[in-house]
């Protein structure tokens, strides 16, 4: 709903331009050219939504270095700067003889001792098989003994041998016990080294677009030494300075609307984050902002966060009406069939445009996308 309420007068400076030297030869040469099709809009005072905006660079959500996590000479280097890389996918190889002869020591003790569990098995099922007898014959040797028909003596030596075979077969089952944990230790061997030469393949991550590729082939990698730098595709967001006073308004959750300039349009974005830590320097504090998943969006971009800022009186005009000259800012007004050039003073960006602070009056029609031709005094046809 707009205001009648005319909000500031003509400026003198306008008066001048419009007003001064309209019977210049180049004006009348102007006049008398061809007429040129426009569109044009009325000017009136309306309350507008203003907008606060926050300026700032896109990062990446998810950025990781990807390292050398042992010692030996890179083999190949499988991605460059801008390359997409898929998580999983081997990026770089580097060689380690000595891993390698770890692993095939790794395995032959494994085998080493899974080939002694045969005899140790069968050494345990003859001690069973002896425990088993001798078992027997002291059950019998125990009737006999009670009803007095063998002596003491040949008592005793039963239950000696029943006791040796037990103790044999405690011992058979005591070196399986070993082999076991000898089996055991060589496999964990193996695993280690396995793991080790699996780190002969950096890996990626996740999928993403490498940003930066540190080392080469034949190169000597150590552990920790940073091979390529990854940014995770598809999760980027706004990280925008955003003025001390505005600390108390602006919240996590919030809904934004971010321009970028590499994309020349408006998004719907959301507030992920505040930081809590305040540049002293500049009496900023970032807030980080969600964009949503899109190819063109890369880190390093530049980008503002419009966030809303109230309501306010205002005659706005639409950013494609405002040519700029160097410092001056001009709209083209429709007069009696002509172009004339206004200079305009321009404040803040609102919703439906730009405000315009002097230099036009409610009412005025100004040319709402002026040809790059078109000129003060031009002979102007308006079109719907």
């Avoid at 040797?141 to 007095?148: A, F, I, N, P, V």
């Avoid at 930081?275 to 503002?304: C, E, K, Q, Y």
């Amino acid at each position: 709903m707009f205001s009648n309420k005319i909000l500031i007068p003509l400026a003198p400076a306008v008066l001048l331009l419009s007003g001064c030297g309209s019977h210049t030869p180049e004006k009348k040469a102007a006049a008398q050219g061809p007429t040129v099709p426009v569109g044009v809009v009325e000017v009136r005072p309306a309350t507008v939504a203003t907008i606060y905006e926050a300026t700032g660079t896109v990062r990446a959500s998810s950025t990781s270095v990807l390292s050398a996590r042992i010692m030996g000479y890179i083999r190949s280097v499988g991605a460059q700067a801008g390359d997409t890389v898929r998580a999983g996918q081997t990026v770089a190889v580097i060689d380690a003889k000595e891993i390698d002869d770890a692993v095939a020591q790794a395995r032959a003790a494994v085998a080493e001792a899974r080939a002694a569990e045969p005899e140790v098995d069968n050494a345990i099922a003859a001690a069973k098989a002896q425990l088993d007898l001798a078992t027997s014959t002291l059950r019998r040797m125990k009737s006999l003994y009670d009803q007095k028909s063998i002596t003491s003596q040949e008592f005793d030596e039963v239950q000696a041998r029943h006791r040796m075979a037990e103790a044999n077969h405690q011992m058979a089952l005591a070196k399986r016990t070993q082999l076991g944990a000898k089996i055991a230790q060589a496999e964990s061997g193996l695993a280690q080294a396995s793991v080790n030469k699996a780190y002969m393949e950096v890996k990626a991550p996740f999928t993403g677009i490498v940003i930066e590729r540190k080392a080469e082939p034949g190169m000597l990698a150590t552990p920790g030494m940073p091979i390529l730098i990854i940014e995770q595709a598809g999760a980027y967001r706004l990280e925008a300075a955003v003025e001390e006073s505005r600390i108390a308004t602006i919240k996590a959750g919030s809904k934004v609307k971010v321009r970028l300039d590499s994309l020349d349009r408006e998004i719907e974005a959301r507030v992920s984050e505040i930081v809590p830590a305040m540049d002293t320097a500049s009496r900023t504090f970032t807030a980080r902002i969600d964009l949503p998943a899109s190819p063109l969006i890369r880190s390093g971009l530049f980008g503002r966060a419009l966030f809303p800022d109230g309501e306010k009186q205002a005659m706005a005009a639409p950013a494609s009406s405002i040519r700029e000259q160097g410092q001056i800012q001009i709209v083209f007004v429709a007069d009696g069939g002509m172009a004339r050039a206004r200079m305009i003073k321009t404040g803040a960006k609102l919703e439906g445009g730009i405000e315009v602070i002097s230099g036009l009056m409610p009412g005025d029609r100004i040319v709402a996308n002026p040809p790059a031709a078109l000129s003060d005094g031009a002979k102007i046809e308006v079109r719907p």
